[in-house]
């Protein structure tokens, strides 16, 4: 038997079982006058497998009730199995669908706009491309790499709305066949990058990362979903997805190298995700990828911290003087208060 809010879904079975009763039969012997195992009776007694129409003619035969009858019941109870089924899931999507931020997906396009529960519900399913919300915690389904802040429940599910309008966004663009080796040694013509406006490298980045066989996409950040930036298999190809949460100049560069981290070491298409040994191995390739530790190093043994210096090392590396004060105030080298007006804010154009 199976229920929900509006259904009962009772089994043929509980209509034979009191057939057996009135006669003062036993399971076993009407398993023999069935010539059908004592097993099967018990299943098919507790809804275990289907009333085939062959045995509506044995019971028919045995129990004197005709077999349409028994064929009827059987219909409807599968009937009611899915149609409980039904309720039952959709109950769980409603409470599921609380913890997305609908509404703001809704505000950026992502699904349409409505106040109704089983609605939301609906639509996030077909968002995701699935038939029951309850799929997503499938590892199948969210393989992603991603660096964020701070990890809770609602945030991974924000996450995996924010990654779902990547793949959907990547599906848009062409890209050449996965070439790692060519990301490597494109490397250093991204990294020459920083020192330009968003509207001059977006284009050309771009470019260089479908080039190798990887699809670029910019999104607004989803609040709550702490994230920087993530990227995963889809396809044939790979998907990076950026946010400018922040807008600061390098943030924005210090997550896509990270990502690219992950991709030249291996880590996307993981069945769980990244490990936080991932992350950190992440963290360390993109950091000396942007600022050699060796240069960084010798700049730190200097100790001129001032303006001045910043700018002639961040000229004599060929980057941003914002990624430069962005690594210097992580490493405590300087506060986060110390020139932040030589970080660089983005305005990006979301619309790719």
């Known amino acids: 038997m199976m229920r929900s809010r509006h259904f009962i879904a009772t089994p043929p079975g509980a209509t034979i079982k009191e057939q057996l009763n009135d006669r003062g039969m036993s399971q076993k012997e009407f398993a023999v006058r069935m010539d059908m195992s004592e097993k099967h009776i018990s299943k098919l007694i507790n809804g ?13 035969t045995v129990l004197g009730v005709p077999a349409a009858f028994w064929n009827r019941l059987e219909a409807i109870y599968r009937e009611k199995i899915v149609k409980a089924e039904a309720e039952n899931a959709m109950d769980a999507d409603v409470e599921m669908a609380k913890k ?19 609605k939301k519900a609906v639509h996030l399913r077909k968002f995701f491309e699935v038939v029951n919300l309850s799929l997503l915690g499938n590892e199948q389904i ?45 490397l250093p013509e991204i990294r ?95 950091e000396n990828a942007l600022i050699k530790n060796d240069a960084f190093e010798r700049f730190n043994r200097e100790g001129d911290y001032s303006e001045s210096s910043v700018l002639k090392f961040a000229e004599e590396q060929g980057i941003a ?7 210097m ?16 804010k983005y305005d990006v154009d979301f619309s790719n």
Request: net charge positive.
């Open 48 to 60: 275990e497998v289907r009333l085939t129409p062959e045995t509506a003619v044995r019971l028919e």
């Open 100 to 118: 997305f931020p609908y509404h703001e997906m809704a505000k950026f396009g992502w699904v349409p706009e409505t106040r109704d529960p089983k």
């Open 142 to 186: 969210t393989r992603i790499a991603c660096r964020r802040l701070l990890i809770t429940e609602k945030s991974d599910l924000a996450l995996m709305a924010w990654a779902q309008q990547a793949k959907i966004e990547a599906r848009k663009i062409q890209t050449s066949p996965i070439n790692i080796k060519g990301l490597i040694a494109m």
């Open 192 to 286: 020459m990058m920083t020192i330009l406006k968003p509207k001059e490298f977006c284009p050309r980045l771009k470019q260089c990362l479908s080039n190798c066989g990887i699809a670029l996409i910019f999104l607004p950040h989803l609040k709550g979903s702490f994230l920087q930036g993530a990227s995963f298999m889809d396809g044939t190809k790979i998907v990076v997805g950026l946010t400018f949460r922040g807008k600061d100049a390098d943030k924005f560069w210090f997550s896509l190298f990270h990502e690219l981290a992950h991709i030249v070491l291996g880590h996307i298409g993981k069945p769980n995700g990244t490990t936080e040994d991932d992350e950190n191995a992440a963290d360390r390739w993109s």
């Open 321 to 327: 003087p914002g990624i430069v004060i962005g690594r």
């Open 329 to 344: 105030q992580l490493e405590g080298m300087i506060k986060y208060n110390r020139f932040n007006h030589l970080k660089e």
